[in-house]
C-alpha cells in the first residue's frame, strides 16, 4: 500500500484507492482507478489504471489537479456479498454455478507484492466483470487451486463430484475455471465420466491473467456462462475464437486441444467443427449438431472407475523398445502415439508383442493433428491390427489415452476393451476427417 509522501498526498485529499478519479499534470489528463503500490515501490509515484486497461505511474510533483470521478465501491461490494452470500446476482429462473479449480483464470495481481496470486471470490469476479449480473445469477466456489500441469486423475473425480452436487442442487449449468494446459484432458474426462447429463458443464480458463490489458479471461468467462445457460446437454470448452476480444468458440469436450503456448485463440476443434459461437453481442450460435437437454434421459451421475495405469507413448525415429519394456511392466493400458496413420519402428514390435500377451491393451493415434490412423494401407500397419493393436480411428491421443483409462474402469477384457475403444461414446471418434480440418 502507500507510504510516506504518497500516503499523506491522498489522505490530505480524501482520495482513497479504488476511487475513479480524473488527474491532470502540466502536459496531459488522465482518467482511471488508483490502484494499491507494491511494497517495494516508492512514496513518489501514484499507480493509475487507464480505462484501456494499462497501468502507468504518476509523479506526484507533476500532478497540478485531481479529481475525483466515482468513489470506491468496496463497501458496496462487500455489503453485496454478504446480502447474497456466494451469489452476485438474482435474475430469477435458475443460477449458473461457477467452480474454480486453479489457473491464470483464478488469478490478479497483488498489488502489494507486485506477484500473481489465485483470487477467486464472488466479490473479485463481480469487480472484475459487472457485466456478469445482466446475464445470470451466479454462485461461485473454488474447491481447488492448483496449476494445470499437476491435474490428476483423482482431482477428476473430485471436480465430477462438484458438478453433479451442482446439478443436484438446482444449477443451471456449471462453468468450470480451469488452467489451460490440460483442460483438454479434463474436459475428456468429465465427457467420458458424467453419465446421463442433463445440462451445460462449460470448462473455462484464460491464456492471461485478468490484470493484464491484454487478458482474455472476462470475455471467456462471460462466454461461459452465457453457453451454460442454453439447452446444451454435454461438456464444452469456451474460450476466445480470435486473437480480438470479438467471439468465443465452444468446443465438444473430446475435440479440443490447445495449439498455441500464448496466443488468445489457443484452443480448436481438432478433425471436426467447433459446435458453436459467442458472438461479439452476447449471442451463442450452435454450428453443429450437439447434444440437447431434451435428447437426455434418465439422472445424471458420475461414473468414478478409472484406471489411472495407462500411458501415452510417442514414437521417435531411434526410439529405444527398454522405454516401451518398462510400461509394459508397469501399466494396464498404453496408448501409441504413431507415426503417419498408425505406425512404429521394427524394435517396437518385440514389446508391443509382449504387451498384447500379456493382457495390455494397446491402442494406435497418429502424431499428425488431422486425420485419422489407417492400419490397412501400410504391411506395418497390417502387422499391429493381426497383433491386436487397437486403432484409435481420429481421436486425438490424449483424449485416447483418458477414454481407455475410463474403458479399463469397467473391463479387463481385450475383446469388449476393443468394442468399447471403437464405439462413439462422447463425439470422439468421427464417421470420417473432414478435408479442411
Known amino acids: 500500500m502507500y507510504w510516506g509522501r504518497a500516503k499523506e498526498f491522498l489522505e ?43 497501468n502507468i505511474g504518476v509523479r506526484i510533483s507533476r500532478i497540478k489537479e485531481m479529481k475525483l470521478i466515482k468513489r470506491e465501491k468496496k463497501k458496496r461490494l462487500k455489503k453485496e456479498e454478504k446480502k447474497y452470500g456466494k451469489t452476485i446476482h438474482e435474475t430469477g429462473g435458475g443460477y449458473v454455478s461457477i467452480v474454480g479449480t486453479g489457473g491464470t483464470i483464478a488469478s490478479k495481481i497483488d498489488y502489494e507484492t507486485g506477484a500473481v496470486k489465485p483470487s477467486f471470490k464472488v466479490s473479485d469476479i463481480l469487480k472484475r466483470i459487472p457485466e456478469l449480473r445482466e446475464i445470470s445469477e451466479i454462485k461461485a466456489e473454488e474447491i481447488m487451486n492448483i496449476p494445470s500441469e499437476d491435474m490428476e486423475p483423482r ?45 451445460p458443464v462449460v470448462l473455462v480458463g484464460s491464456q492471461r491473467s485478468s490484470d493484464r490489458p491484454s487478458s482474455d479471461s472476462d ?50 476443434t481438432i478433425n471436426d467443427s467447433p459446435i458453436g459461437i459467442v458472438t461479439e453481442k452476447g449471442e451463442v450460435k450452435f454450428l453443429s449438431n450437439y447434444k440437447k437437454r431434451s435428447d437426455s434421459r434418465g439422472e ?70 488431422h486425420g485419422r490412423v489407417n492400419m ?27 477414454k481407455l483409462m ?21 463425439g470422439e471418434i468421427g464417421k470420417r476427417s473432414p478435408i479442411n480440418a
Not at 505406425?343 to 502424431?367: C, E, F, Y
Not at 491386436?388 to 480411428?393: A, D, M, S, T
Not at 479387463?412 to 475403444?421: A, F, G, I, Q, T
Request: hydrophobic share 40%.
Open 12 to 54: 490530505e485529499r480524501g482520495f482513497n484507492v479504488w476511487d475513479y478519479v480524473e488527474v491532470s499534470t502540466e502536459r496531459q489528463v488522465f482518467r482511471g482507478v488508483i490502484m494499491p503500490r507494491t511494497q517495494l515501490g516508492d512514496d513518489q509515484h501514484l499507480v493509475i489504471k487507464l480505462d484501456n486497461g494499462y
Open 155 to 199: 482431482n477428476w473425480v473430485k471436480i465430477g463430484e462438484k458438478v453433479i452436487q451442482e446439478i443436484e442442487g438446482g444449477a443451471e449449468g456449471v462453468v468450470i475455471a480451469h488452467g489451460t494446459d490440460t483442460m483438454s484432458y479434463t474436459s475428456a474426462a468429465l465427457s467420458f465420466m458424467i453419465q446421463d447429463l442433463n445440462d
Open 219 to 268: 470475455l471467456n468467462l462471460m462466454s461461459s456462462v452465457r453457453v451454460a445457460k442454453t439447452d446444451l446437454a454435454e461438456v464444452a470448452v469456451v474460450m476466445h475464437g480470435s486473437i480480438s476480444d470479438d467471439f468465443c468458440l465452444i468446443h465438444r469436450g473430446t475435440r479440443v486441444r490447445k495449439m498455441h503456448t500464448s496466443r488468445r485463440d489457443a484452443f480448436k
Open 300 to 369: 445424471t451421475w458420475l461414473d468414478k472407475e478409472m484406471e489411472e495405469r495407462v500411458s501415452l507413448f510417442k514414437v521417435h525415429p531411434g526410439v529405444s523398445p527398454e522405454f516401451l519394456d518398462f510400461l509394459v511392466d508397469k501399466q494396464r493400458g498404453i496408448v501409441i502415439e504413431g507415426t503417419g496413420m498408425g505406425h512404429v519402428p521394427k524394435n517396437l514390435l518385440d514389446p508391443l508383442k509382449r504387451a498384447l500377451d500379456s493382457g495390455i491393451a494397446v491402442v494406435m493415434t497418429s502424431q499428425c493433428i
Open 376 to 402: 490397412n494401407v501400410y504391411s506395418r500397419g497390417r502387422e499391429l491390427l493381426k497383433m491386436g493393436v487397437i486403432p484409435g480411428e481420429d481421436m486425438i491421443p490424449e483424449v485416447a489415452m483418458v
Open 406 to 426: 475410463y474403458v479399463l474402469g469397467k473391463t479387463e477384457d481385450l475383446r469388449e476393451v476393443r468394442k468399447l475403444m471403437l464405439t462413439n461414446m462422447r
